[in-house]
């Protein structure tokens, strides 16, 4: 008699779907039939809700076939109710199957005869209906969703400081967390904090996020630039949302007035995506409560243009490479020198008014490219349906009406890159320059802490770059 093992999955997408119990008395009536011993030790029952997309994503699956690869010979067959719970797509069958044949395990499904000459012919095109079977089906959902999407409705997880009505689809405000998404808004937008002080903020006071983890930087920022709090829906038909990247402007997104009430103003939160599109960051800066000094994070060395890092009991700056070998000249500067040696350049700055700066657009200009992207597909858009009205598929009222909708989409992108490009060096941004530097200059010179200075310093400064050898110290800035 042959020993078999059964693996059990549920699939979400077949309505005529049989229940784990109802497959496990099915497969143990057919295993009864034909001689086959089903051992308990090796019922493989995966959890509901698991993809079928991919193997490894299925832990039960991925053991029995650690299983069958072993030297033991743990069974020698493997039942399943149909060959699609076994694998989705033609790729992953032939690959397993193939595995199994080497260690003598046969997959067999009970509810599909592959017997005969041309079994195998047979067994290849059941898998090939059954994955022609989830593409289509996966392409009707993501077409569902996405119209659902078009018309404002919420169809994802609810975000932190809601909760989604069961059956309904539709995000209700959670009180207690949507205080917190209002302290967010407030922290990072009238009281200057960080992504990174907000965040420590949050978890000193033990607050945590949907799934129970601390909340990081990414976090916080996912948050301020998550249209769902002002009231409107984002959905991505072809991607899920980037969060190291925060692509929120992507073409493919859409992006449409939501039926939810929203926690946090409009206005409030325009104004905190404006804050975060004009700040100025290097990609991997440290944030400014980690550093040990004020000035950690601008100072650069004139010979090589490494950092200049904190030297701890050393009481100064000196060159990074040159600790490490791979700079020739020492940079090292006490604390006190540097200070007063910056203070004096940022002075003399503002008694002249006199200096130079750049413009930085940070992630203005890449939104700008998107805008330019979306116009064309616009374009596109026209193309189509006026080639829909001439072959008659749309009658003349369809074709005006979507001739309207494209142009006032056209409308709104031409405004928002109209009103976010050309910024150049005009004399009003010259006295912002001003104002600005005097501003941080006083905030350099009072009892503020270190993470406060470092915060303002680079605020407008970009790099300060220290000659030992001459004593010259060149401070960059920048306008966002």
Not at 36 to 55: D, H, P, Q, V
Not at 170 to 192: C, P, S, T, V, W
Request: aromatic letters at 10%; hydrophobic letters at 35%; charged letters at 30%.
């Amino acid at each position: 008699m042959r020993t078999a093992a059964i693996y059990i999955r549920v699939s979400t997408d077949d309505q005529l779907e049989y229940s784990p119990d109802a497959q496990e008395r099915l497969l143990r009536d057919y295993a009864s039939r034909n001689d086959i011993i089903i051992l308990n030790e090796y019922r493989f029952i995966e959890e509901t809700g698991i993809s079928a997309r991919k193997a490894d994503k299925r832990p039960k699956f991925q053991h029995m076939i650690g299983l069958a690869k072993s030297n033991e010979h743990h069974f020698d067959t493997i039942l399943v109710w149909k060959y699609s719970r076994f694998a989705r797509n033609q790729e992953e069958s032939i690959v397993y199957k193939s595995l199994l044949k080497k260690n003598n395990v046969d997959v067999i499904s009970i509810t599909e005869t592959v017997d005969g000459p041309f079994g195998s012919l047979i067994e290849r095109i059941i898998e090939w209906m059954d994955e022609y079977y989830s593409i289509r089906l996966s392409e009707e959902v993501k077409r569902g969703m996405t119209e659902k999407a078009m018309r404002g409705e919420y169809q994802t997880g609810a975000p932190f400081g809601y909760i989604s009505e069961k059956g309904k689809g539709q995000l209700i405000i959670d009180d207690e967390k949507a205080a917190i998404i209002r302290n967010i808004f407030d922290m990072y937008l009238n009281h200057g904090m960080s992504f990174f002080s907000i965040a420590q903020h949050l978890n000193e006071m033990r607050i945590t996020t949907n799934r129970g983890n601390k909340f990081e930087n990414r976090t916080v920022r996912y948050i301020i630039q998550n249209p769902t709090y002002k009231g409107y829906v984002r959905w991505n038909p072809n991607a899920k949302l980037d969060l190291r990247e925060q692509k929120n402007h992507a073409v493919d997104f859409i992006i449409k007035k939501g039926s939810h009430e929203p926690i946090i103003p409009e206005e409030v939160w325009t104004a905190a995506n404006d804050k975060l599109l004009g700040e100025y960051r290097p990609r991997y800066a440290k944030p400014d409560q980690l550093m040990s000094h004020w000035l950690g994070g601008v100072l650069r060395c004139s010979a090589c243009q490494g950092a200049l890092v904190s030297g701890g009991s050393s009481g100064g700056f000196q060159c990074n490479s040159y600790a490490r070998g791979t700079c020739n000249e020492s940079h090292y500067v006490s604390y006190r020198k540097i200070e007063k040696g910056v203070l004096a350049v940022l002075k003399e700055k503002i008694d002249n008014g006199d200096f130079d700066f750049e413009i930085v657009q940070n992630d203005l200009s890449i939104n700008n490219n998107f805008i330019k992207a979306s116009i064309k597909k616009l374009d596109q858009k026209a193309k189509r349906i006026k080639e829909a009205y001439i072959n008659g598929i749309d009658s003349l009222e369809e074709y005006k009406a979507n001739k309207e909708r494209i142009e006032a989409e056209r409308k709104e992108l031409e405004s928002q890159l109209l009103s976010s490009g050309g910024i150049k060096k005009s004399e009003k941004i010259k006295n912002i320059m001003v104002d600005r530097l005097s501003k941080v200059y006083a905030i350099l010179n009072s009892n503020a802490d270190k993470s406060e200075k470092n915060s303002a310093i680079k605020s407008i400064v970009k790099k300060i770059v220290y000659d030992k050898k001459s004593e010259n110290i060149d401070i960059y800035l920048y306008y966002s």
